[in-house]
Structures are given as structure tokens and as C-alpha cells.
């Protein structure tokens, strides 16, 4: 069987099937995920575009979904992971996303040999570091590989003092959160928004999650599988009488295990529970209801930790759609005609829509079922074979045309207006960053032979440059940030000239257009100028910078006008998605600088209310 062995000493060895390794995998993304909006609450600038928490979140679930779909043969589960990382890089999203995928790839390629000593450990998370540090463009402090650096200087003072690589991995992290703390004073920017750094407060939570998982292996003098035996039979004795229990030679046992060594919190609260009935057994003996009420919810936790424990995995499709329907009227309902598809069933709904989560063996027998009471409006089971099919193939591309403009853009008004003044195709990601895969797709579908690229957003450059790297055309990336220098670059080339001239006109053009962005305070920050700026409040931001703030959003629209167009005859409005019904601005503004010409598009950005250019 395809196992890894921990390289722990010989009387505690763990030996990990590759089905093992997946469940593993599975829990730490769910850990992850549990975390994701505390993550992407960090953001520097409050605005609620915070995403690193997701990025990291979406990295490992497009590496999960190819890996359940690879029919690959591994010799071991070394090899196995060193793949799995390299779809972690594929599939990356934002600066994260690529960071931490970076790490993964530096780790694995070290633990390819299969060798999970605590010395080739600490080489892994050596070489992660350093491919890390190495992959990314003007690397900072105070950043996540601050926390990687960290993780390997502390890993390295503790081998010393301990032989189990996983119990080094965990008395590593109160360190490592002690060094995140420090961030603040690394990164003005972050003592400014008040927060401490989103990527290694993410790589913290990892960490985490892999200490929840592998923390059982850490010898705490009893094993996870013997307090499981003694959780089951407890169980069984419960089911009976009281009296068995208490006769049983396993109750001197039960009243003396040390809580504190069980690292399941759950099982060692469900064994001190059934320590004080046992030793309360003669205490309020005519209570028998309340008795019997204590010791069905003792045999339901130990029964729930039991299942949770089981290492077969009966149903191997982790299945999600969101179904809108009249035809089903409540979660009990649709519960009834699916719940024979598989198990760990849930189900949410909110007015006619119901979002479900199902591990099932036949996704598509379950999702025509459920089409003939409404419409799918999202499948898990569609978008991975999508991942799939856009996953990058050795088919050598027939050139169509020798240059082309690929932009980024969040929002779909900016999209079309993209594409109305020039751009060759778009790719409209949404609120979600995009993946490595998807960037590749796109620039390899336009099939030019050399192709300028620019995003409305610095977080994808990181993903848009390592897809470079895959790509089969010549691509020429404009280090742009925002919609508006997507526009400037299109309003200023021309491609009746060749891709250098055009190149370097886009470059030239980048920051051509001034403009301000305002959106709404997610947390209370500083302005340029010290002002506060309290959570609610609407604020403006030029050139990167908070420079005006108020409550009244109007108010603040007018002192931004006032304040920027002393020297512009034309301000433009671009509204996001959020504003997209907001009329009465225009006439406003119109009213108020009589003097000045106003336009106004739907740009659809989500995170800013509007954008305005001054011309």
C-alpha cells in the first residue's frame, strides 16, 4: 500500500495511506476555510475587498479537485504531494495564494524521497522558504515570509530538544503568533489600518490545521485509537445500566486519564463527563430523568467521534449545488427525495434557494434528480471538470494573429467598456481572484503570437506572471492596478504599430488618467493626514492614499470634486455594482459645479461605490 512514514522514532512510528493523506489534505482546507473570513477581514485599506483568506482557501480547493480527478499511479505519498503542490501553483490565486503554493513547492520537492524525518523536515521547510522568498518580486518584511523565515530559524532551535517532527511543527506556533504580532511595526501600512499581516496570519492558521491533524501522532502516552477503543466500549456499556459501567474494569481506567494529554477536545471532554457520572453515580439517585438525559448526550458525542474517526470513506464525491425552486417547499422536503444519495447532508436555504452540500457516488444521477424541481444555478462536481479541461495541454498553438490586448477586469460594465475601445478579449473574474489555470486558458485562447496583458488589480500580478511563465505566446504584462489605467492604456496605443512601440505607449500610459475611488470603511484607520476614519464612514482614496473622509456620502462626493478638479473641465463617474441604481448623483454634482461637464457609466466593480477620472 502507498504509504509515507513520519520519521519519528521507531515505537511511535506513522505509517499514512494515500487515502489517509486525502483526508488529511481535506480538514486542513476545511480548517482553512473556517478561518477565511477572519482572513480576509485583515485587509490593509478598509475597503471590503479583502480576499486573502479565500485566495488561500481557493488555492487548495483547485489542487484538491484535480487531484481527485488525476489518474495518476504514485509509487508513494512523497511524490504524491510534491503533485499536489505543483497543482497548488496551477491553480493559485492573488499574492497568497502564489506565495503559500510557492512554499508547498519548495517543501515537497525536498520530501519527494518519501523522508519524514525531522531533518528532512526542516530541510523542506527550508527550501519552501527560500522558493518563496525567491518567487516573489520585491519580497518585504512583515509579509508571509516573514512568518516562513520564522518557522524554519524556530524549527531549526528546537530539534534539539525534540525528536517528533510534529511535535516541533506545533510548539513552533506561539512563536510564530508572537512574530505576527510584530508585523505592524514591519509594514507601516498595517500599524496604520491597525491589523496585523492577512497572508501570515494565514500561514498561522495552516499551521494550525495541520497541528489539528497531526497533533494525535504526537505521543501524549495515549494513543488516539486506544481512547477511541475506550470511547467505544464505554458506549456500549452506557447503552446498558449505569451499574455496568461502574462494575467494568474499565472505570478505574476512565476516572484516571489526564485530560490534558488527549488532544481531541471533544473526546476528552466526553470521557470527563463520564468520569463525574461514574463518580457521581450515588449522588441524587432519584433524579433518574436528568441521569438519563446526561448519559444519551455522553453516548451521542462518543458515538458522533467515533464516526468522525472512521477512516473509510464510503462516499467519495464531495458534492455542492445551489438549486432555485418553487416546486420544493422546505430543507425537510428536498431532504426526503436526496438524502438516499449519500451522506453528511446539508442543507441551507433562503427563500427559494437551496444550497446543499452532499458526499455522494453519483453527483450526476443526484443533480438530474434535482433539475426536475427547479434550476441549477451552481454545481462543485461542473466547475472541477471545467478546471479540468482548462488545465494546461502540450498542444502546440496555430497562431491566428501576431498581437493582441488581454485585460483582467473585475467588473462587467468595465468590461464591456474595455472591449468597446480595444481590447482583444477580457476575463471578468467577479469577486474572485483568478487562478493560474484560468489566466493561462485565456492568454492561450486568444492565440497570438505576442499579447500586452494588464489587470485592474496588483494582487493578480503575482498569479498573471507565473502564468506567463506557461503560456505558449509572448506576453508583455502591464504592472497596472485598477480599471481606470486599463482604460488609459487602451485610449493611448494602437495596433498598427509592432508589440515593442505598442509595449512601451501602454507603459507610458499606465497612470495617465487621475482618479479618486470611494467606497465604504469596513474598520476604524487613519487618513493621510492623521484624520480618523471611523467604520461606516465613506472615504476617498487618490493615489493610494485616504485623503478625505465623512458620513454623508454625498458630502464627501462634493468636497472630492471640489478638491481634485481645480484644473479639469470633465469628471467621469464610473458607479460599481452596489450603486449601480444610484440616479440622483449626476444631477447633484450638476447642480453643484455648473462649471464642469459630467459622465457616467456602470463599471460594476464590487468593492468600490464609484470611480471618478478627471479630465
Known amino acids: 500500500m502507498n504509504a509515507i512514514n513520519s520519521g519519528i522514532s521507531e515505537q511511535a512510528a506513522v505509517v499514512f495511506d494515500l487515502e489517509t493523506v486525502n483526508e488529511i489534505i481535506e480538514n486542513i482546507y476545511h480548517y482553512l476555510n473556517k478561518h477565511k473570513e477572519y482572513l480576509n477581514s485583515l485587509n490593509v485599506f478598509p475597503v471590503p475587498d479583502g480576499d486573502t483568506g479565500l485566495n488561500m482557501v481557493l488555492t487548495l480547493q483547485g489542487a484538491m479537485a484535480h487531484m481527485k480527478i488525476n489518474e495518476k499511479n504514485y509509487s508513494h505519498s512523497g511524490e504524491y504531494l510534491e503533485d499536489f503542490a505543483e497543482q497548488m501553483l496551477l491553480n493559485s490565486r492573488g499574492c497568497s495564494g502564489v506565495i503559500l503554493s510557492l512554499f508547498a513547492q519548495g517543501f515537497t520537492q525536498i520530501t519527494a524521497n518519501n523522508d519524514f ?21 520585491n ?29 516541533i511543527i506545533q510548539q513552533t506556533i506561539p512563536y510564530l503568533k508572537e512574530v505576527l504580532n510584530q508585523t505592524p511595526e514591519m509594514l507601516p501600512v498595517l500599524k496604520q489600518a491597525g491589523v496585523v499581516d492577512s497572508g501570515g496570519a494565514g500561514f498561522i492558521v495552516l499551521l494550525e490545521g495541520i497541528n489539528n491533524e497531526l497533533g494525535q501522532y504526537i505521543d501524549t502516552g495515549i494513543p488516539v485509537p486506544n481512547l477511541l477503543r475506550i470511547g467505544r466500549i464505554t458506549r456500549k456499556l452506557l447503552n446498558k445500566r449505569l451499574s455496568e459501567l461502574r462494575k467494568s474494569p474499565l472505570a478505574p481506567l476512565i476516572l484516571n486519564i489526564d485530560s490534558s494529554r488527549i488532544q481531541n ?61 418553487n416546486a420544493i417547499l422546505s430543507k425537510n422536503q428536498l431532504k426526503e427525495k436526496i438524502g438516499h444519495y449519500g451522506d453528511s447532508l446539508i442543507i441551507v436555504n433562503a427563500n427559494n434557494k437551496y444550497k446543499v452540500h452532499i458526499h455522494t457516488n453519483k453527483p450526476n444521477d443526484l443533480f438530474e434528480e434535482v433539475s426536475q424541481y427547479g434550476t441549477l444555478l451552481f454545481t462543485k462536481v461542473d466547475d472541477m471538470k471545467k478546471q479540468h479541461r482548462n488545465f494546461i495541454s502540450d498542444d502546440e498553438i496555430d497562431y491566428e494573429k501576431d498581437k493582441s490586448v488581454f485585460c483582467i477586469v473585475s467588473g462587467k460594465g468595465f468590461a464591456d467598456i474595455l472591449q468597446k475601445i480595444g481590447a482583444d478579449d477580457i476575463l471578468c473574474y467577479g469577486k474572485n481572484k483568478p487562478s493560474v489555470n484560468q489566466l493561462v486558458k485565456g492568454l492561450n485562447d486568444l492565440k497570438a503570437k505576442n499579447i500586452i496583458a494588464a489587470s485592474d488589480d496588483g494582487d493578480i500580478l503575482m498569479a498573471l506572471k507565473y502564468a506567463v511563465t506557461l503560456c505558449k505566446s509572448s506576453v508583455y504584462i502591464v504592472e497596472s492596478e485598477n480599471p481606470v489605467s486599463l482604460i488609459s492604456i487602451l485610449m493611448n496605443i494602437s495596433k498598427d504599430y509592432d508589440i515593442h512601440t505598442m509595449f512601451e505607449a501602454a507603459m507610458n500610459n499606465v497612470n495617465n488618467i487621475p482618479f479618486c475611488g470611494i467606497a465604504r470603511s469596513t474598520r476604524h484607520v487613519l487618513s493621510q493626514g492623521g484624520s480618523p476614519v471611523n467604520k461606516g464612514d465613506y472615504f476617498a482614496v487618490y493615489q493610494k492614499k485616504i485623503v478625505l473622509a465623512d458620513k454623508s456620502k454625498e458630502r464627501l462626493m462634493t468636497n472630492v470634486v471640489e478638491k481634485i478638479s481645480a484644473t479639469h473641465t470633465l469628471v467621469t463617474i464610473y458607479k460599481g455594482a452596489d450603486a449601480k441604481n444610484d440616479n440622483n448623483l449626476m444631477k447633484q454634482l450638476k447642480n453643484q459645479f455648473p462649471s464642469l461637464d459630467f459622465e457616467e457609466y456602470y463599471g460594476g466593480q464590487p468593492d468600490y461605490l464609484y470611480y471618478l477620472t478627471f479630465d
Open 117 to 137: 524525518s525531522k531533518e528532512n523536515i526542516y530541510r523542506a521547510i527550508e527550501n519552501g522558504d527560500r522558493n518563496a522568498y525567491e518567487g516573489t518580486e
Open 139 to 167: 519580497p518585504r518584511e512583515g509579509t508571509m515570509l516573514t512568518i516562513m523565515k520564522a518557522l524554519s530559524e524556530k524549527y531549526a532551535e528546537l530539534m534539539s530538544k525534540q525528536d517528533n517532527p510534529f511535535a
Open 265 to 325: 477536545s471533544r473526546l476528552a471532554e466526553a470521557l470527563q463527563n463520564v468520569r463525574n457520572m461514574l463518580v457521581n453515580l450515588h449522588v441524587n439517585h432519584n433524579n433518574r430523568n436528568g441521569r438519563s438525559l446526561k448519559r444519551k448526550k455522553i453516548i451521542a458525542d462518543l458515538q458522533y467521534l467515533d464516526n468522525s474517526w472512521n477512516p473509510e470513506i464510503k462516499e467519495k464525491f464531495c458534492t455542492e449545488f445551489v438549486l432555485e425552486s
